[in-house]
């Protein structure tokens, strides 16, 4: 339901966004990695946005995430988080990320302008190390707040050989203050954070929001099929151990082994051709994949189902099958308390609460470690980001941000 | 039927086998190139071999191809003649083509130590440039004997700059003789080659040899198939476009025609994934068809059968599918007199005659438009070639010279 007050929101939150465009490492695309020159002035750009917005409180911690305040009814109080990041890919969308912070920057504008103080404090986060590209260090700045920061982390390097040490001194950042940032408990009371679906869920049912249910875990797995290369001319049909006809029967059956399990997905992202000759039968495929389910009971059985196919469709084509796991992570589920309090603002507006999982990784992954812990998907256009031409509507922004202020005004720890 | 006139002919021509195995442009391997300085030597020692088994007359003409003439029961006769192919691939094996040399050999001394003139020359020739790994000039050797020699394949190099042009004349061949090579269809009464099979056919159904029908046409296509790249873990199953699932579809559909069509193969060889990372859909794949059969009628109806599936997959899966042909080669059939003539040969040693085949090219492809054309192929350990594991019996080489030999005693023009 758009209003004038939905409307104001959107039209603040994309002055924002467009204002944070202009921090790129890059002069022709959107590049902003963790510490580098472009995040660093992002951090200042945002520190000052949360200043002007009314919030009590703003500092940089030791890892270069920006911390802004916002009191409760009385000083010192357990705070609500909200937060996601503001590093990006290469050649990124404007939206991936700095929705989620630039929306809590709205959240404490609206509560502020109307005098309004909770029962429990706000902070706004913005995160630096979300999209793992430059380091090999994947969600650090969470990482230490939830207080499982890896710290062999610090000794990892970017392409150009500078550590993350290195790159956190230079920024202005604190190695040595790392375990510092770590929250207690008692401290926070959840943690939410709105972000684009990055998926075309919500776009091709016309819904402005969604729910996340759950962070999906994800397993990969090498896979090393072997036949018998041979004369693609004097190779009978059916003498042949075509590796590539054996795995293209596997890839059909893990399709459709992913679209059985429960919210699930699999994928077969790589696929390489051995000896890769137009006239000759392919002795070796290697392939991997990747398979996704937001519980991990579903992704296990997905996971077995897919192993069991493909050693039945290897024995009966007489090829072998080598199978290598190399990932294995598990589900964050969602807080009830905060779906149903996010189901509850978008109800108040007369729309249907849309649940669905994130197949995606967050910062909210590593937080739900810590708090109780929630995500609000916004539409994005045909589900694309990680891309310049990522899109979102000024409208869906606004209407969000006032179900996360409606959400926020009502949330009981 | 082995006997002890067939164990002395295969003696005889494994001795030769392995004599010529010394020349060898790798210290390690077998590797003879066209015109090179183990192809010089080769050539010179099959020269040195045919004279000392009785031939009239022995030269080397302006290709390389050495031609040793057996006169008939007057001198100046028109001839049969017997060939195959004295160069190799890299890492060779030792009958690929140096059978059918050693066979015609064989065959010439069996006659002269009987002392037996037919009513016809027996000519034997051994080609060079049949494996069309050194320069873009495919069966130029036995091209110009049949009057096809295609004059801008001189100009093509080798992969050290050399143009066959050059190596030619380095070698001792004449590029500006080329045209008087070509024989006159008077003077040739038909061409018979003997050759591994090249294939598991023979060595699976437990046979010396077969008579192959035909040699395949060919027919090859590249297929660029373009749906759309994604998150692997947020595009739900029934919203991809999954260029690789796609792909996967056609192979087996490609494996399903092949099998189906009358000694028909299709085969996928290369295979190529984009963006091809292990967390994201595959937007494009492009693959390669070959599709062989003897009947070109066959033939075009794969090709046409393997498209229409393709369309009618990637239209069902909403991804495109562009097919550009690049390669389409007629098929060769055999001369029925010469099938006939070998059937019997192989019936009076109480063998069933095996028809089949042949999927790989030869140099009787060429020679056929000159001349009535027939292939005799022996079994190979496996179907292997093209690789030093390459293996055949001693028995089975003595058994197919005297075949050979029998067919020749009988062959009426």
Same mark, same amino acid.
């Given at each position: 339901?758009?209003?004038?007050?939905?409307?104001?929101?959107?039209?603040?939150?994309?002055?924002?966004?467009?204002?944070?465009?202009?921090?790129?490492?890059?002069?022709?695309?959107?590049?902003?990695?963790?510490?580098?020159?472009?995040?660093?002035?992002?951090?200042?750009?945002?520190?000052?946005?949360?200043?002007?917005?009314?919030?009590?409180?703003?500092?940089?911690?030791?890892?270069?995430?920006?911390?802004?305040?916002?009191?409760?009814?009385?000083?010192?109080?357990?705070?609500?988080?909200?937060?996601?990041?503001?590093?990006?890919?290469?050649?990124?969308?404007?939206?991936?990320?700095?929705?989620?912070?630039?929306?809590?920057?709205?959240?404490?504008?609206?509560?502020?302008?109307?005098?309004?103080?909770?029962?429990?404090?706000?902070?706004?986060?913005?995160?630096?190390?979300?999209?793992?590209?430059?380091?090999?260090?994947?969600?650090?700045?969470?990482?230490?707040?939830?207080?499982?920061?890896?710290?062999?982390?610090?000794?990892?390097?970017?392409?150009?050989?500078?550590?993350?040490?290195?790159?956190?001194?230079?920024?202005?950042?604190?190695?040595?203050?790392?375990?510092?940032?770590?929250?207690?408990?008692?401290?926070?009371?959840?943690?939410?954070?709105?972000?684009?679906?990055?998926?075309?869920?919500?776009?091709?049912?016309?819904?402005?929001?969604?729910?996340?249910?759950?962070?999906?875990?994800?397993?990969?797995?090498?896979?090393?099929?072997?036949?018998?290369?041979?004369?693609?001319?004097?190779?009978?049909?059916?003498?042949?151990?075509?590796?590539?006809?054996?795995?293209?029967?596997?890839?059909?059956?893990?399709?459709?082994?992913?679209?059985?399990?429960?919210?699930?997905?699999?994928?077969?992202?790589?696929?390489?051709?051995?000896?890769?000759?137009?006239?000759?039968?392919?002795?070796?495929?290697?392939?991997?994949?990747?398979?996704?389910?937001?519980?991990?009971?579903?992704?296990?059985?997905?996971?077995?189902?897919?192993?069991?196919?493909?050693?039945?469709?290897?024995?009966?084509?007489?090829?072998?099958?080598?199978?290598?796991?190399?990932?294995?992570?598990?589900?964050?589920?969602?807080?009830?308390?905060?779906?149903?309090?996010?189901?509850?603002?978008?109800?108040?507006?007369?729309?249907?609460?849309?649940?669905?999982?994130?197949?995606?990784?967050?910062?909210?992954?590593?937080?739900?470690?810590? !708090?109780?812990?929630?995500?609000?998907?916004?539409? !994005?256009?045909?589900?694309?980001?990680?891309?310049?031409?990522?899109?979102?509507?000024?409208?869906?922004?606004?209407?969000?941000?006032?179900?996360?202020?409606?959400?926020?005004?009502?949330?009981?720890?």
């Amino acid at each position: 339901m758009i209003t004038n007050d939905t409307k104001r929101l959107g039209a603040q939150a994309f002055a924002r966004l467009n204002a944070l465009n202009a921090y790129s490492d890059h002069p022709d695309h959107l590049e902003r990695l963790y510490l580098s020159a472009a995040h660093r002035k992002a951090v200042d750009a945002v520190a000052l946005m949360m200043r002007e917005a009314g919030f009590d409180a703003v500092h940089i911690d030791a890892l270069g995430t920006v911390v802004g305040r916002y009191e409760g009814q009385s000083v010192g109080r357990p705070a609500l988080l909200i937060g996601s990041h503001i590093d990006t890919v290469k050649d990124a969308g404007s939206f991936d990320g700095m929705l989620g912070v630039i929306a809590g920057i709205g959240v404490v504008e609206a509560l502020h302008e109307a005098g309004e103080r909770l029962d429990f404090a706000i902070e706004v986060l913005a995160f630096g190390d979300e999209e793992n590209v430059r380091f090999p260090s994947n969600l650090s700045s969470s990482r230490a707040i939830a207080g499982s920061f890896d710290y062999t982390t610090l000794d990892g390097r970017d392409e150009n050989g500078i550590s993350l040490r290195e790159a956190l001194i230079a920024f202005g950042g604190n190695p040595d203050a790392i375990a510092g940032i770590a929250r207690k408990k008692e401290d926070v009371i959840g943690y939410v954070e709105m972000h684009i679906e990055q998926g075309p869920v919500l776009d091709q049912e016309n819904r402005p929001v969604g729910i996340v249910t759950a962070i999906s875990g994800a397993s990969r797995r090498r896979i090393i099929v072997t036949g018998e290369a041979g004369h693609a001319g004097t190779v009978p049909m059916a003498l042949r151990k075509d590796a590539l006809i054996a795995a293209s029967e596997m890839a059909l059956a893990i399709e459709k082994l992913g679209a059985k399990a429960e919210n699930g997905v699999a994928t077969i992202g790589q696929m390489q051709v051995e000896p890769g000759a137009v006239n000759v039968i392919p002795g070796r495929v290697r392939f991997t994949v990747d398979a996704r389910a937001p519980k991990d009971a579903v992704r296990q059985q997905l996971v077995a189902d897919i192993e069991a196919a493909l050693r039945s469709i290897a024995a009966r084509r007489h090829v072998t099958v080598d199978i290598q796991p190399f990932y294995d992570a598990p589900a964050a589920p969602a807080s009830e308390a905060i779906m149903q309090g996010l189901a509850a603002a978008i109800e108040a507006r007369q729309m249907e609460a849309r649940y669905l999982p994130s197949g995606a990784g967050h910062d909210a992954m590593v937080m739900g470690a810590l !708090c109780p812990m929630g995500m609000l998907f916004v539409r !994005c256009k045909d589900g694309i980001s990680h891309n310049p031409a990522e899109s979102m509507t000024e409208e869906d922004a606004g209407l969000a941000i006032a179900i996360l202020l409606d959400f926020v005004r009502h949330y009981r720890a």
